[in-house]
């Protein structure tokens, strides 16, 4: 089982995202306010909270949502995961649809590090339900059908 680490948000496509504790996931939308929610294969982005915690330890000083991720989620490493996989929390339901992107211009993190987890670990998912998620919630994979 994973645990929402943080919920993070930007209101303008090409800004920092910012964290917040709690948000309204929008069926077919993505996170109410985001600006990179719509109608899209990549409506909310995920991230293990481990893999950042790896990511700093090279000497990172970053913060959550750093590298553009909506969800921060301890207890998953998204990569292993295949496309398809189904998540809960509460009433909300995401279908990840993606794992990693390409990185056409390389971001600040990548410029300083000389690398960036976001490409490689990151994942993408699309609501299938909507519903109120807070931090701490649990997210939970759902048994495929």
Same mark, same amino acid.
């Given at each position: 089982?994973?645990?929402?680490?943080?919920?993070?948000?930007?209101?303008?496509?090409?800004?920092?995202?910012?964290?917040?504790?709690?948000?309204?996931?929008?069926?077919?939308?993505?996170?109410?306010?985001?600006?990179?929610?719509?109608?899209?294969?990549?409506?909310?982005?995920?991230?293990?909270?481990?893999?950042?915690?790896?990511?700093?330890?090279?000497?990172?000083?970053?913060?959550?949502?750093?590298? +553009? =991720?909506?969800?921060?989620?301890?207890?998953?490493? &998204?990569?292993?995961?295949?496309? /398809?996989?189904?998540? $809960?929390? #509460? @009433?909300?339901?995401?279908?990840?649809?993606?794992?990693?992107?390409?990185?056409?211009?390389?971001?600040?993190?990548?410029?300083?590090? +000389? =690398?960036?987890?976001?490409?490689?670990?990151?994942? &993408?998912?699309?609501?299938?339900? /909507?519903?109120?998620? $807070?931090? #701490? @919630?649990?997210?939970?994979?759902?048994?495929?059908?």
């Amino acid at each position: 089982m994973g645990v929402i680490k943080g919920i993070c948000i930007s209101e303008k496509r090409g800004t920092a995202k910012h964290e917040i504790e709690e948000a309204v996931l929008v069926k077919d939308w993505g996170i109410q306010g985001d600006a990179h929610a719509g109608h899209w294969h990549r409506q909310v982005s995920l991230l293990s909270y481990e893999k950042i915690e790896e990511f700093r330890k090279k000497g990172a000083d970053i913060g959550l949502g750093a590298f +553009g =991720e909506n969800l921060i989620v301890s207890g998953y490493d &998204f990569g292993s995961l295949p496309v /398809g996989t189904r998540f $809960r929390c #509460g @009433d909300a339901i995401l279908e990840m649809t993606q794992i990693g992107k390409e990185c056409h211009s390389h971001c600040e993190i990548y410029k300083r590090m +000389g =690398e960036c987890i976001m490409p490689r670990e990151g994942v &993408f998912a699309v609501v299938l339900e /909507g519903g109120t998620i $807070r931090k #701490g @919630d649990n997210l939970e994979i759902m048994e495929m059908e």
